[in-house]
T-cell receptor, first 114, second 116 residues
Framework: DAMVIQNPRYQVTQFGKPVTLSCSQTLNHNVMYWYQQKSSQAPKLLFHYYDKDFNNEADTPDNFQSRRPNTSFCFLDIRSPGLGDAAMYLC?????????????FGPGTRLTVT | GNSVTQMEGPVTLSEEAFLTINCTYTATGYPSLFWYVQYPGEGLQLLLKATKADDKGSNKGFEATYRKETTSFHLEKGSVQVSDSAVYFCALSLHMFSGGYNKLIFGAGTRLAVHP
């Protein structure tokens, strides 16, 4: 089945220690998104890639970076995690800007910062 | 601005009860509308969608109708099961010409708990 895969599902890192979360997709979608979701809240969009074009949301902290080496993979790098960065991180994809606009989500990576 | 408002939870129901979760939106243009479901510890799953006025989305016994006149997209199910316990998010999709993508605007989510 075509899907969005996130690894690892659970990640523990230390305060200030860089961490990378990964996402892969077999849907061959043009657009990949990263969201942050804190407990009992809606997901918050951090940034997205349209093919190789990177687009940052205006309020995304500089501490968060992303890489997309090819169509299938996208990475979220947190350069110096703080306690406030503990959250569920969701990757999503969509085909392109046309169509109904639905996004397909992965299972998420829960990040704990100690 | 563009926004989605959905009823606060938690919503607690007995099995086989009727479910309604209200959702209203404010948007410029003509957005697509979605309901996503999130089970504990999981990502979001697309439950149903509607892309234009009067469309009815349906899936797994859930239904929602895109009502342009009332700017609403209420989620309904005739008979809930314990396995429906989850958080439900209403969302609208805006086409962003700058960046060439569709941006999802989510409501705050409504937690549903169904008891046997």
């Amino acid at each position: 089945d075509a899907m969005v895969i996130q690894n690892p599902r659970y990640q523990v890192t230390q305060f200030g220690k860089p961490v990378t979360l990964s996402c892969s997709q077999t849907l061959n979608h043009n657009v990949m998104y990263w969201y942050q979701q804190k407990s009992s809240q809606a997901p918050k969009l951090l940034f997205h890639y349209y093919d190789k074009d990177f687009n940052n949301e205006a309020d995304t902290p500089d501490n968060f970076q992303s890489r997309r080496p090819n169509t299938s993979f996208c990475f979220l790098d947190i350069r110096s995690p703080g306690l406030g960065d503990a959250a569920m991180y969701l990757c999503a994809t969509s085909r392109d800007a046309t169509g109904g606009g639905e996004q397909y989500f992965g299972p998420g990576t829960r990040l704990t910062v100690t | 601005g563009n926004s989605v408002t959905q009823m606060e939870g938690p919503v607690t129901l007995s099995e086989e009860a009727f479910l309604t979760i209200n959702c209203t939106y404010t948007a410029t243009g003509y957005p697509s509308l979605f309901w996503y479901v999130q089970y504990p510890g999981e990502g979001l799953q697309l439950l149903l969608k509607a892309t234009k006025a009067d469309d009815k989305g349906s899936n797994k016994g859930f239904e929602a109708t895109y009502r342009k006149e009332t700017t609403s997209f209420h989620l309904e199910k005739g008979s809930v099961q314990v396995s429906d316990s989850a958080v439900y998010f209403c969302a609208l999709s805006l086409h962003m010409f700058s960046g060439g993508y569709n941006k999802l605007i989510f409501g705050a989510g409504t937690r549903l708990a169904v008891h046997p």
